[in-house]
Each structure stands twice: as structure tokens, then as C-alpha cells.
């Protein structure tokens, strides 16, 4: 973070008021909002040169290109960290919550969809006759190599670990086929390969701002608007997916005249799309085990299921394999991914370092127990945890954990709330302590033992350095 703090202080000429860390997804870049008396930036710091590269060189071009990016205003030396403008701390994905909750769309919501639409067509006619697709990071466009790649992604990485069984010579053999018919389509737009709603910011309702883009290439503009309409989560209504699409088709010339083909070409690109995503939902859900990407699988696979009743290519082993994936009960849709609550709550020792959030979505509290008096000090408790009788006395006589529990607990039971009536199904509550073995134990604990009174909901406890792991 020093370096960012360094990069903005050479830009405005002070040092930053506060540098607050941003939810990341599933990269390993790592985000901070930098904010000071005359400007507010995030600041990115990178894991890959040419990544980082192809970001910043992107960004400027798009900017000269009239496009809705963020504005890079200051990179360091070493291209591995880098200042951009401040798109705002809302995404479209966020901000049509209550859409997706009710299914209903205003009319200003779907203008505003329209809109992103437009952009879209903007950035797939662009004129890139000057624009240098050597930047490109991994690979300049959308190969038939980059097609295998993503193919084999979803083979190796949903696949596999999902036990799905296939035949290896018929799969690559369909493999081999779809990429034919991919390449048939055209190359010859600059796409931006995950345009979802996620990656669009808004600084406010007018102003739909595209990020994330370091991956775009050339290639076929319908897999942005695949990307961006099917997006898995994003469960737009299927009538708003038709309009969408023919908004995006009426927003340029070119792509009104090829109305016909574009729309043939739909499906195609519907399942490649689908079956990237589930390559990254495997390896970041089934293989490294986030949470958050394992509940997105189900609303992916009804993706498929729709392809299945009209439009699915012909492939026949694939059109095999995808029917057994959408039959198959591992990813049937449970409780919790329908909207039911669990609460996580746990007890650490920050000598261990911070607690994982095994549910990708990087939210929740995390309370600091080291204020209070430590019976760890005394010789008769050192032996014993927050779940013995003497450490429950200990720290109930004196008083202050009743006063600290309740300030913890306004606002965790606020969050509860909040949480049950806007569909979330996770929410973390942590606990740390020198030792991870008295006042945290204790306190995670009775706040456990809280919620499950006031609330009824599962809730899971974790003791991390003590090895205890329950289910209330």
C-alpha cells in the first residue's frame, strides 16, 4: 500500500486521508479506494506485468475512443501499480438487486440497461484500425487456441472435479467441431471477454462506467452481450433479454444489417460462454473451494438447460454431457442458495493472521477482543478456554464483555436483518484475542448462542485454534 500512498501523494502532493481496501472476486489483483481533500482514486496492485499492462495501455485508448472507462492517472516505474479514477462504489449487478429479487423492471432500470447496450455496440464498431492488439493480454484475439483453451478450462476444472463422466475422444472431437463454428462467425470486433454486471460501475444512474477489462481482444461482439445477458447470476427475465439483444442490434448500423446472422449465431455463443463460466466456477468453487462461485453453478447450468429445449448446437456428445450436468443432484438448488441465512461465527488469534472467508463474498464484522482483561494471565486459567465455567466468570464478574457483546451486537443483528430481507445467504462474524483461546472463544460463543435464539437460523461455529467446527 505504500506504493499507492507514494503514487498519490506525487499526483496531488499530499498524502492520502484514507486507504480502504476494495472486494476483489476471483483475481488476485488487489484493490484500495485512496481518498484525499481533492480527490478520491483506486489504486490496483498487480500480479502480472502484461496484465498490467494491457490495462493501462487499454484504458487510454478506450479514453481516446470516446469509450466509458476509468481514467488512468498515475503508474508507477514498474508498471505493478497503478492509480485510476474513481467509477463510484456501486455496481449495476448491486444496484438491480430488487429487480432480481421482485422481477420487475422499471422503466428507468431497463433504460438504463439500454444503455450499457449501446455502449456495448459503441466498443464492437469502434474504429481499431490504430489500435494495438500486441497488448492484449493473454492473447491477442479470440484464437483457436484462446476457444481450446476455454474449452479445456471447462473440461478440466468443472468437469473432472464435478465427476461429470464423458468420453475423451467424442468430447474433443465436439470440441474441435464448436470451435469451427465459433471461428465461422468473425473476428473483428475489439470485445472485452467479461462484460457482466458486475464490471459495470455506477457513478450515478446516466453514467454506467466499464472496468475490468484487461482481458478484451478481438473476436465476436455477440460474446459481450452473451456475457453481459446470461450472465448467471444476473437472471434477467427472458422478454428483457430479447429486448436487450435487439436493443444492442438497433444501436449500430452494421449490426442492424446483419440482423438475421447475428441472431442465428446467438445460441454459439450462449454456450460458450456458459461453458467458460463453469471452468471458473469449477476452479475457483469445486478446486479451491470459495463458496460464493459453488452457489453460482446452478443458475449457470439453467443457462444450459434453456439451451437444451431450443437452439443447443449440433453436438451430440457435448449435448450428452450437458444434459447429465443439468440432471445431476450435486448442483440442485438448496436452501441456502434460495435465499436462506447462514451466519458463520467464529474465534481466532491474530497472531494467526486474519480469518478466511470461505464464502468468496468478503463481507461480515470482525471484532477485536484484546481490550478486554485477559484471563490468559493468570496462571489458573491459562489451561482453559472461553467454554470452561471459571474463564465464563471471570469475564462475566467484571462486566466489560457484557458491554462490548452488546455494542457487537447492535450491529450484528442490524446486518442479520438487512441480510434475511435482501435474499443473502452468508454473512461472517468473527472474534479475535491474542491467543484465539479465551475472550474470543467466549465471545463467539454467546454471539452464536444469540443468534440462533433471536434469529432461528443456522448458524456455524468456528473455533480456528482449537480445531472446533459445529453446526447450531
Same mark, same amino acid.
Not at 197 to 208: G, H, I, W, Y
Not at 293 to 299: L, R, Y
Given at each position: 500500500m505504500q506504493r499507492l500512498s507514494d503514487l498519490f501523494t506525487a499526483l496531488t502532493g499530499e498524502k492520502p486521508s484514507s486507504i480502504v481496501p476494495l472486494a476483489g472476486a476471483g483475481s488476485e489483483r488487489r484493490y484500495f479506494r485512496l481518498v484525499g481533500s481533492s480527490l478520491s482514486c483506486v489504486g490496483t496492485i498487480g500480479v502480472s506485468l502484461p496484465?498490467?499492462?494491457?490495462f493501462i495501455y487499454m484504458s487510454r485508448e478506450f479514453a481516446k475512443m470516446g469509450l466509458p472507462v476509468p481514467e488512468v492517472l498515475a503508474v508507477s516505474e514498474d508498471n505493478m501499480t497503478y492509480l485510476q479514477s474513481d467509477a463510484g462504489s456501486i455496481s449495476l449487478f448491486d444496484y438491480l438487486e430488487d429487480c432480481r429479487n421482485t422481477g420487475e423492471y422499471s422503466p428507468s432500470h431497463i433504460l438504463l440497461l439500454e444503455n450499457v447496450m449501446t455502449i456495448l455496440a459503441r466498443f464492437h464498431t469502434a474504429d481499431s484500425s490504430e489500435f494495438d492488439f500486441s497488448y492484449c493480454y493473454p492473447t491477442p484475439e479470440m484464437s483457436r487456441r484462446a476457444l481450446t483453451w476455454d474449452l479445456n478450462y471447462f473440461k478440466y476444472s468443472f468437469l473432472k472435479?464435478?465427476?461429470?463422466?464423458?468420453?475423451?475422444?467424442?468430447?474433443?472431437?465436439d470440441f474441435e467441431e464448436f470451435v469451427k463454428m465459433i471461428e465461422s462467425c468473425g473476428m473483428d470486433s475489439i470485445i472485452l471477454r467479461d462484460c457482466q454486471? !458486475?464490471?459495470?460501475?455506477?457513478?450515478?444512474?446516466?453514467?454506467?462506467v466499464i472496468i475490468d477489462f484487461q482481458g478484451a481482444r478481438r473476436g465476436c461482439g455477440l460474446y459481450d452481450v452473451v456475457s453481459f445477458l446470461w450472465q448467471a447470476r444476473a437472471a434477467f427475465p427472458s422478454e428483457l433479454k430479447k429486448h436487450l439483444f435487439n436493443h444492442y442490434l438497433s444501436s449500430a448500423p452494421s449490426l442492424a444489417s446483419s440482423k438475421v446472422q447475428l441472431t442465428g449465431q446467438l445460441p454459439l455463443f450462449r454456450l460458450l460462454r456458459t461453458l467458460q463460466v463453469l471452468g471458473a466456477y469449477g476452479f475457483l468453487g469445486l478446486v479451491k473451494k470459495k463458496e460464493h /462461485? %459453488?452457489?453460482? %453453478?446452478? =443458475?449457470a447450468l439453467d443457462n444450459l438447460r434453456e439451451l437444451l429445449d431450443s437452439g443447443f448446437p449440433d453436438l451430440p456428445h457435448l449435448r450428452r454431457v450437458v444434459e447429465r450436468m443439468v440432471s445431476s443432484k450435486s448442483f440442485c438448488k438448496n436452501e441456502s442458495q434460495s435465499g436462506q441465512l447462514i451466519v458463520t461465527v467464529g474465534s481466532f488469534s491474530y497472531k494467526m493472521g486474519l480469518p478466511e472467508d470461505k464464502s468468496g463474498n468478503g463481507g461480515g464484522f470482525v471484532f477485536d477482543c484484546r481490550a478486554l482483561h485477559n484471563p490468559g494471565r493468570y496462571d489458573e486459567y491459562k489451561q482453559l478456554t472461553g467454554r470452561d465455567e471459571p474463564v465464563i466468570r471471570f469475564l462475566e464478574e467484571r462486566g466489560e464483555v457484557k458491554d462490548f457483546l452488546s455494542a457487537a451486537w447492535s450491529?450484528?443483528?442490524?446486518?442479520?436483518?438487512?441480510?434475511? =430481507? !435482501? @435474499?443473502?445467504?452468508?454473512?461472517?462474524? /468473527?472474534? @479475535?484475542?491474542?491467543? @484465539?483461546?479465551? !475472550?474470543?472463544?467466549?465471545?463467539?460463543?454467546?454471539? =452464536? =448462542?444469540?443468534?440462533?435464539?433471536? /434469529?432461528? %437460523?443456522?448458524?456455524?461455529? %468456528?473455533?480456528r485454534e482449537r480445531k472446533i467446527?459445529?453446526?447450531i
Open positions: 496484465e498490467n499492462k494491457a472435479p464435478a465427476g461429470i463422466d464423458f468420453d475423451e475422444e467424442l468430447l474433443e472431437n454486471s !458486475r464490471n459495470v460501475m455506477l457513478k450515478d444512474e446516466s453514467q454506467p /462461485f %459453488i452457489k453460482s %453453478i446452478p =443458475a450491529m450484528v443483528d442490524y446486518s442479520i436483518e438487512r441480510y434475511m =430481507a !435482501r @435474499g443473502f445467504t452468508s454473512l461472517n462474524v /468473527f472474534f @479475535g484475542c491474542t491467543g @484465539g483461546r479465551h !475472550r474470543s472463544v467466549y465471545c463467539a460463543e454467546r454471539t =452464536a =448462542a444469540h443468534i440462533k435464539e433471536r /434469529f432461528g %437460523i443456522e448458524v456455524h461455529l %468456528i473455533h467446527s459445529e453446526t
